[in-house]
């Protein structure tokens, strides 16, 4: 079974399965919510309000009758923080969870006071059992982020995984009938690499390239061991990037092997900040929800 959803002020709706929580199906549709604790209920960021009534515009009746309260949810996450404190292996363990305890029970009775006022509910918390239309507050939504993480510059060594090699090779006679990669390895016993392997797709067009070539080609090769690309003539553009995976972005640096030098960057927030603010909240995320997460 499944229900129509609509997120304002954005606007974006779609069918989810019955049972679905509203800050899933807001981050399957792209709606930004807050969401930094990993749907543990204690950051209480991921607050949407419940709108009441008929929408003919949009073609739903929506009720807080077609979304659930929090307490199933609560009733768990107590239940199990309150066996941990008893199976807690020492007294900071336990003064920690208690705490921990103490705040979700604070927050949940801050939350059930709004859900009464102002229809307000915990999107984490909150399954979708009928057509529903859902309000984002300002405070909920999560915000335009700036992102820049620019190159710095530090002094190191140029020693790239992939290096490229010209050479010019001799045509084979029937006084010299080497084979076509031999002629490419021995080339390359030139720079102290032996032993080297190649890619299947790559040896079938040697032949063609060094010949069309002119015996003069570029040979690119990984980490010394196996050739992966070859080209006719002197290619000397060498590029290559690298990708710096944060907690709370991610950034891509596009980079002159040759030279190390930084051609271009990009950057964005890390898509699961969404799950948790830290590491520790989205690994809870994960193993709470093994299926979606």
Known sequence: MEHNIIFQPSGRRAKVPHGTTILNAARKLGVGIEAVCGDNLTCGKCKVKIMEGEFPKEGITSSLSHVTRIEEKDKKIIKDLTAEISSAKSDEQRQKLERKLAKIRKKHQE???EEVDENI???????????????????????????????????????????????ELTAPELSDPVGDLERIEAALKEHKIENITIDYSVLQQVPDILRESDWKVTVTVLYNREIIKIEPGKAETNIGIAVDIGTTTVAGYLT??????????????????????DVMSRITYCLLNEQSG
Do not use: H
Not at 125 to 145: C, I, K, Y
Not at 260 to 274: C, D, F, I, K, R
């Open 111 to 113: 939350l059930a006071s």
């Open 121 to 167: 509910r915990l999107s984490c918390a909150t399954r979708v059992m009928g057509d529903v239309l859902v309000f984002v507050p300002e405070a909920s939504r999560t915000a335009e982020q700036i992102v820049s993480k620019a190159a710095g510059k530090i002094d190191v060594k140029i020693d790239p995984a992939v290096k490229k090699y010209y050479m």
């Open 256 to 277: 002159d092997l040759n030279t190390g030098e930084v051609l271009a960057t990009e950057s964005m927030m890390n898509p699961q900040v969404s799950f948790g603010e």
